[in-house]
């Protein structure tokens, strides 16, 4: 007997369709990067820019650095991301991009030994891509946003009802909700009752992330603001920046000169759909 069953309606097609260009692009990328490795094999070690050699100059705090390491930061989304990390190997993307931005932004530490520790603990390491993205959230690639990622907007918005910082840090548990994400703003006798004082039971954040994003974004500011370094983001871009712009659109320059701009889809936010995550040239900075 013949298979009656109708196919897939037009929106069901639709929706696969983009899912296989979605799917297609993200190959695409995933080449591109690989490919920047390949041109460029000392984004390992030093910064694709060279300005920004000596911007941390190679510092690191092996305190905070290994608070990071251990998920004792303070900010319960990154720590419950670093103790989940180290039990399964992986992250998302979006908590892959505030561990490492937090890394380097917050407490001032190089980009490289913390590069290295997520290297060693992701089960889908693919240096190609792995340290071009260290690079990028560290702010020191001269073509992109910096990102500076806020670890109580990053709780709010991904983990809304706590579930995933509570069964990561279970010294959490009874926190009160509304104090989930900043329990340190928790009245004392109200961290004594649901058994979590800060700075006893659970750390105290490591900096004040507002005052720390800021002075970060100022430091890297202040070398992008030179002419010479305009002149190597040209250099950069020319080498390392997506071509796809060019296809699909007439060149135009940004204020800074440098490259195309990246789409802009509802509310100025960049279009995903247009939008080279590899070559951002604008000088602007995100507090996400």
Same mark, same amino acid.
């Given at each position: 007997?013949?298979?009656?069953?109708?196919?897939?309606?037009?929106?069901?097609?639709?929706?696969?369709?983009?899912?296989?260009?979605?799917?297609? /692009?993200?190959?695409?990328?995933?080449?591109? %990067?690989?490919? *920047?490795?390949?041109?460029?094999?000392?984004?390992?070690?030093?910064?694709?820019?060279?300005?920004?050699?000596?911007?941390?100059?190679?510092?690191? &705090? #092996?305190?905070? %650095?290994? #608070?990071?390491?251990?998920?004792? =930061?303070?900010?319960?989304?990154?720590?419950?991301?670093?103790?989940?990390?180290?039990? =399964?190997?992986?992250?998302? %993307?979006?908590?892959?991009?505030?561990?490492?931005? +937090?890394?380097?932004?917050?407490?001032?530490?190089?980009?490289?030994?913390?590069?290295?520790?997520?290297?060693?603990? %992701?089960?889908?390491?693919?240096? /190609?891509?792995?340290?071009?993205?260290?690079?990028?959230?560290?702010?020191? =690639?001269?073509?992109?946003?910096?990102?500076?990622?806020?670890? $109580?907007?990053?709780?709010?918005?991904?983990?809304? &009802?706590? +579930?995933? $910082?509570?069964?990561?840090?279970?010294?959490?548990?009874?926190?009160?909700?509304?104090?989930?994400?900043?329990?340190?703003?928790?009245?004392?006798?109200?961290?004594?009752?649901? /058994?979590?004082?800060?700075?006893?039971?659970?750390?105290?954040?490591?900096?004040?992330?507002? =005052?720390?994003?800021?002075?970060?974004?100022?430091?890297?500011?202040?070398?992008?603001?030179?002419? +010479?370094?305009?002149?190597?983001?040209?250099?950069?871009?020319?080498?390392?920046?997506?071509?796809?712009?060019?296809?699909?659109?007439?060149?135009?320059? #940004?204020?800074?000169? +440098?490259?195309?701009?990246?789409? *802009?889809?509802?509310? /100025?936010?960049?279009?995903?759909?247009?939008? &080279?995550?590899?070559?951002?040239? #604008?000088?602007?900075?995100?507090? &996400?």
């Amino acid at each position: 007997m013949a298979n009656c069953s109708p196919g897939p309606s037009r929106s069901g097609r639709v929706g696969l369709l983009a899912g296989i260009a979605s799917f297609e /692009g993200r190959l695409h990328w995933h080449c591109h %990067f690989i490919q *920047k490795l390949e041109s460029e094999p000392a984004i390992e070690r030093r910064a694709v820019l060279p300005a920004f050699a000596a911007l941390h100059e190679e510092r690191l &705090d #092996t305190g905070r %650095f290994e #608070t990071w390491r251990r998920g004792e =930061t303070g900010w319960p989304m990154v720590d419950a991301c670093m103790r989940w990390l180290a039990a =399964t190997g992986w992250l998302n %993307f979006r908590m892959r991009a505030m561990a490492m931005s +937090v890394s380097s932004l917050h407490p001032w530490n190089h980009w490289r030994e913390p590069g290295l520790h997520l290297a060693r603990e %992701f089960l889908d390491y693919e240096p /190609g891509i792995h340290w071009p993205q260290v690079q990028m959230q560290s702010g020191v =690639t001269g073509i992109n946003a910096v990102r500076a990622y806020n670890p $109580v907007k990053q709780a709010r918005d991904h983990d809304p &009802d706590g +579930v995933f $910082v509570r069964r990561w840090i279970p010294a959490l548990a009874r926190m009160p909700h509304e104090y989930l994400i900043e329990p340190r703003i928790l009245p004392a006798p109200a961290q004594r009752e649901a /058994g979590c004082v800060i700075g006893r039971d659970c750390p105290a954040p490591l900096v004040d992330h507002v =005052t720390a994003s800021r002075e970060a974004l100022r430091r890297i500011h202040a070398i992008r603001a030179s002419g +010479v370094v305009r002149v190597q983001s040209q250099a950069v871009f020319e080498k390392h920046g997506s071509r796809r712009g060019d296809r699909e659109r007439p060149a135009r320059r #940004t204020r800074a000169g +440098v490259g195309p701009r990246r789409g *802009k889809g509802a509310a /100025g936010k960049p279009d995903a759909r247009r939008a &080279d995550p590899s070559s951002d040239p #604008t000088q602007g900075s995100l507090f &996400d």
